[in-house]
């Protein structure tokens, strides 16, 4: 498999890369690439490392599974390529954006304008067959987001965690909360959105933190 992923994450997590699980887990996916079709593109699978280097996390926002859709997953969560539907998700995470920030909502899903500027756009499973979401779950790739958490949480400071749903802030739960800033609401997803997502502010709380520390803020706007 052709794939990407920025220096700084190769060595952060190569000790990660040779254990037996992970070994496992790549020649799963590259036979499942193979025999079957698979989202995203091979070469978009650590996306969401080479777009953001560990040494430039600000911001991690962590997801699920990919979209299982044709076209749609990228490797960045919640992201979608150029051209594609805002999934409901997606669509209510602009307007929540419109509504904390007075920023239009966009035509674009495709969230690569916040990754460049260091949010980590992170799914704890990187892969999905076509049409069979969480086909891809419990083979590897949640043990591998679970180290890549530990090591932004043990390495780095001052790095905001947002997790949206129960999902998410199980994943989050061993974060360092005397070093990192967690915002925690429910999902964005039209089954939840209503439990605490409207008016959770997620993106100015996450400025506010970061210009208190001194740290570029983000430029939600996607272009």
Do not use: C
């Not at 992923?5 to 254990?19: G, M, N, Y």
């Not at 307007?95 to 909502?105: A, R, V, Y």
């Not at 967690?182 to 964005?188: K, L, T």
């Amino acid at each position: 498999m052709d794939v990407k992923i920025d220096a700084t994450w190769k060595e952060v997590l190569k000790d990660e890369f040779e254990k037996d699980y992970f070994i496992k887990l790549i020649d799963f996916v590259r036979d499942e690439y193979q025999t079957k079709t698979i989202y995203p593109p091979a070469s978009k699978i650590f996306s969401a490392f080479d777009n953001t280097s560990f040494d430039n996390v600000k911001v991690v926002l962590i997801g699920q599974d990919p979209y299982h859709g044709e076209g749609q997953a990228n490797g960045l969560s919640f992201s979608v390529a150029d051209g594609i539907k805002l999934p409901p998700s997606l669509r209510n995470i602009y307007k929540e954006l419109k509504n904390d920030l007075d920023i239009e909502i966009a035509t674009s899903g495709n969230l690569e304008p916040w990754a460049k500027q260091g949010v980590l756009l992170l799914n704890a499973t990187l892969t999905v067959e076509a049409s069979n979401p969480g086909s891809h779950q419990k083979k590897g790739w949640e043990k591998f987001t679970d180290a890549v958490i530990q090591q932004l949480s043990d390495k780095k400071d001052n790095v905001v965690f947002i997790l949206w749903g129960a999902y998410a802030q199980k994943k989050g739960a061993k974060i360092d909360r005397f070093k990192h800033f967690v915002i925690e609401s429910a999902h964005p997803s039209p089954l939840g959105a209503y439990r605490g997502f409207w008016g959770s502010k997620p993106f100015s709380k996450t400025n506010s933190f970061l210009e208190a520390k001194n740290i570029q803020p983000i430029d939600w706007k996607i272009k």
